[in-house]
């Protein structure tokens, strides 16, 4: 291997690596500033997750959220994927830390705000009206949901929660107790922003079938008429159901 593109490979593996050995292999004329990269790279990570996750970084107060960050920003692979999808394993990542046991919700939330992203940075398109569903087959192959469509099923008011929190009614707390009340939410973009909405348990279902099987006559039959055509009537309300 070339030894330009060695020290590359052990530069960005050091980087992601809590591990001072890996260091020991790279010689002396670079590894004095090593330590100057890194940290500039885990405060990047920790700017970058704080502007995807505003409301876990305010939960949990700063220095707290920048060493849950550190540690999230090292367990990622060498190969770092794109920055802005530095956050899709956040979630998972708080699920199975010490910190989203001590407050049980920080999961859902943390899920809420990178749909939220996602959502906003999807790409744009025309929601489909009524009118436009008259004299068509609900099985037409050429209607689709919206990109960027997320559904999140929690068992609490993740959605209060998180606009107390964006509204400063809730500051940072330590063990903060919520009772749980289920809640399913349909994350989407509309008007170029993103939004969510808390809908009827059918209808989260009924959005999660077309997500796994499309429009099939045969499956979307099972529904019977009148239900079919209740759901479709909510979700073209909700604006989710576009040409394919």
Same mark, same amino acid.
């Given at each position: 291997m070339p030894k330009c593109l060695e020290l590359q490979n052990l530069f960005a593996e050091y980087l992601v690596s809590k591990s001072e050995r890996i260091a020991d292999k790279i010689e002396d004329q670079y590894r004095?500033?090593?330590?100057?990269?890194k940290n500039?790279?885990?405060l990047n990570g920790e700017e970058t997750l704080a502007q995807i996750f505003p409301v876990v970084r305010m +939960? !949990? &107060?700063v220095s707290r959220f920048f060493e849950v960050s550190k540690n999230y920003v090292e367990s990622l692979p060498a190969t770092l994927p794109n920055r802005e999808e530095w956050g899709d394993e956040f979630p998972a990542f708080l699920a199975e830390s010490l910190a989203q046991r001590q407050i049980g919700y920080v999961f859902d939330l %943390?899920?809420?705000?990178?749909?939220?992203?996602? %959502?906003?940075?999807?790409? =744009? =398109?025309?929601?489909? *009206?009524?009118?436009?569903?008259? &004299?068509?087959? =609900?099985?037409?192959?050429?209607f689709d949901l919206i990109p960027g469509?997320?559904?999140? *099923?929690?068992? !609490?008011?993740?959605? /209060? +929660?998180? /606009?107390?929190h964006v509204s400063g009614r809730i500051h940072e707390v330590e063990?903060? /107790?919520? *009772?749980? /009340?289920?809640?399913? +939410?349909?994350? !989407?973009?509309?008007? &170029?922003?993103?939004?969510?909405?808390?809908?009827e348990n059918d209808t989260f279902e009924f959005i999660q079938f077309l997500r796994a099987h499309?429009?099939?006559?045969?499956?979307?039959? *099972? !529904? &019977?008429?009148?239900?079919?055509?209740?759901?479709?009537?909510?979700c073209l309300d909700l604006g989710i159901i576009t040409h394919g």
């Amino acid at each position: 291997m070339p030894k330009c593109l060695e020290l590359q490979n052990l530069f960005a593996e050091y980087l992601v690596s809590k591990s001072e050995r890996i260091a020991d292999k790279i010689e002396d004329q670079y590894r004095n500033r090593l330590s100057i990269y890194k940290n500039n790279f885990l405060l990047n990570g920790e700017e970058t997750l704080a502007q995807i996750f505003p409301v876990v970084r305010m +939960l !949990f &107060g700063v220095s707290r959220f920048f060493e849950v960050s550190k540690n999230y920003v090292e367990s990622l692979p060498a190969t770092l994927p794109n920055r802005e999808e530095w956050g899709d394993e956040f979630p998972a990542f708080l699920a199975e830390s010490l910190a989203q046991r001590q407050i049980g919700y920080v999961f859902d939330l %943390a899920q809420l705000e990178l749909y939220l992203f996602q %959502a906003v940075r999807a790409r =744009a =398109a025309r929601p489909m *009206k009524l009118s436009d569903l008259e &004299g068509a087959s =609900a099985a037409n192959p050429h209607f689709d949901l919206i990109p960027g469509l997320a559904l999140l *099923k929690s068992e !609490f008011p993740v959605d /209060e +929660l998180y /606009e107390s929190h964006v509204s400063g009614r809730i500051h940072e707390v330590e063990n903060f /107790e919520v *009772k749980p /009340e289920p809640r399913r +939410l349909v994350i !989407f973009q509309k008007d &170029g922003s993103a939004v969510y909405v808390a809908i009827e348990n059918d209808t989260f279902e009924f959005i999660q079938f077309l997500r796994a099987h499309g429009w099939n006559e045969t499956e979307l039959a *099972k !529904f &019977g008429a009148d239900n079919l055509i209740r759901h479709l009537r909510r979700c073209l309300d909700l604006g989710i159901i576009t040409h394919g």
